[in-house]
């Protein structure tokens, strides 16, 4: 007979749920930071509307002129550059760091590239990606032939 043992599978669960959740984020958002430690930056937001995808991203205190987005009908590029200015004195705390990014997104549906528009408001830069219309759903009217 076999003796039970009792496990707190709740660790490897969250373990296992957490691996499949990048596998499927991996699938769709290709990410390429570049820079000393700047991790997922800058932060991006990814919204899909009715005729358009949206993207926000956080840019602040970003010299717009120093950012670059650059899109094809499946593909989201965004780089730059952010400039910290240095200060006199001795440093107590430091969190803020400078340096260039590059973020790059696999859109899950094509856009109309040559229609993206950007804007920059508040540090907060936001494109709006037209979808393709072929891919919106359309009811078709049946017509009876006689």
Do not use: C, H
């Amino acid at each position: 007979m076999r003796d039970l043992i009792r496990r707190n599978s709740s660790g490897e669960m969250d373990r296992i749920r957490s691996g499949i959740d990048q596998v499927f984020a991996d699938a769709f958002f290709r990410n390429w930071p570049q820079g000393g430690g700047q991790g997922n930056f800058p932060p991006v937001d990814l919204y899909n509307t009715e005729g358009a995808l949206v993207a926000l991203v956080n840019l602040p205190g970003v010299d717009i002129n120093q950012v670059e987005v650059t899109t094809n009908n499946d593909t989201l590029t965004i780089s730059g550059e952010m400039r910290i200015e240095q200060n006199e004195g001795e440093i107590l705390w430091q969190e803020r760091t400078g340096g260039k990014f590059y973020r790059s997104f696999k859109l899950p549906v094509p856009i109309k590239a040559d229609q993206v528009d950007a804007n920059f408001k508040a540090g907060v830069l936001r494109i709006e990606m037209p979808k393709i219309d072929e891919l919106k759903s359309r009811t078709i009217k049946i017509k009876e032939s006689k």
